[in-house]
């Protein structure tokens, strides 16, 4: 295909008016024309070559048009790893999810972690004493990770496999690592995979086999692959876990805030936000305490709105509860 310099396009593979055949000659073209436009010379690494290969450059051609790396802008690579995002996003639009927004007071906790970093040094994941609750919560109500077969029974699992977005480098596609039976897990355990992974994600299961290929891997194959795998619970909890936990509100500044995600294959799915202090009463007498923002999302194929709120007031329960020393 060839684009002219008047925006034209055609499959005809024929020189330009006054362009040039062969890619040596249009980078070098193309760095006269930077020099002309902005008075300095272009670096032969920041030019990005596959931009010549679809059309022709003159002396005529408009900078930002072919200077992908000018004072205006910048262009990266997309990471392979959002391509699954991508992904399930697109399963996530196909299901019927309903959310429900809970504070939870999360003082008890809290205050632990930051006495046990005074005395230890060690800080403790917070997020790994939600995957905690979580797992007992469930444990309580199983039917919030049930997962329907192909044949339309339920399956549920006495065992809950909890993923969770781990950030292994800044900025980077968070590792969806599965913490498996976390309802027989101690805390302790949790959080010491979790600090583990973080440091050494290359140890993660989510790091081997076909998730290691996924990235490289066409996306209709994946989608493939997903709608195999949606319909059956046992393959489901195999590469997906049986419930996601998200985080957002560590990355804030704080304050209340809820966060709503996309559920594209589990039955319940928890976002974790922002965490505010204000003030509640506690045992007739008001003190600031402070609170957790949570969002629960559950698949309403699976789950009715009574089971899911016995399960949000047994979640609360453990939440608030603390550590039991």
Known sequence: MTIDVGGRVGPSASPCPGGLGQENHQVSKAAEVHKKHTGLDMPDERFDRSAHRTGCLTKDTPNKTFMPNSKDYTIVPFPRGRGIIVDVGWLAVRRHIFHGLLELDVTN?????????????????????????????????????????????????????????????????????????????????????????????????????????????????????????????????????????????????????????????????????????KPAFVEDRIEPREFLSVTLAFNHDIVDGAPAARFAGKFKELIEKGIEE
Request: charged share 20%; proline share 4%; glycine share 8%.
């Open 109 to 277: 906790i809290r205050r632990h972690i930051r006495e046990h970093k005074a005395k230890t040094g060690e800080t403790l994941s917070f997020t790994g004493f939600i995957v905690k609750c979580l797992g007992n919560a469930i444990e309580s109500h199983p039917t919030a990770h049930a997962y329907r077969d192909w044949l339309g029974r339920l399956v549920i699992f006495n065992e809950v496999d909890v993923v969770t977005m781990i950030e292994t480098e800044k900025d980077g596609v968070a590792l969806p690592h599965i913490i498996r039976a976390a309802n027989r897990k101690s805390f302790q355990e949790i959080n010491a995979e979790i600090r583990t992974i973080q440091t050494r994600p290359h140890i993660s299961a989510q790091k081997r086999g076909i998730s290691k290929l996924a990235p490289y891997t066409p996306a209709f194959l994946r989608r493939l692959f997903f709608r195999v795998v949606m319909s059956n619970p046992h393959w489901i909890r195999k590469f997906t876990g049986t419930v996601i936990v998200t985080s957002v509100g560590m990355f804030g500044q704080g304050g209340a805030a809820w966060g709503v995600a996309f559920l594209p294959t589990h039955t319940l799915g928890v976002t974790v936000g922002g965490i505010a202090k």
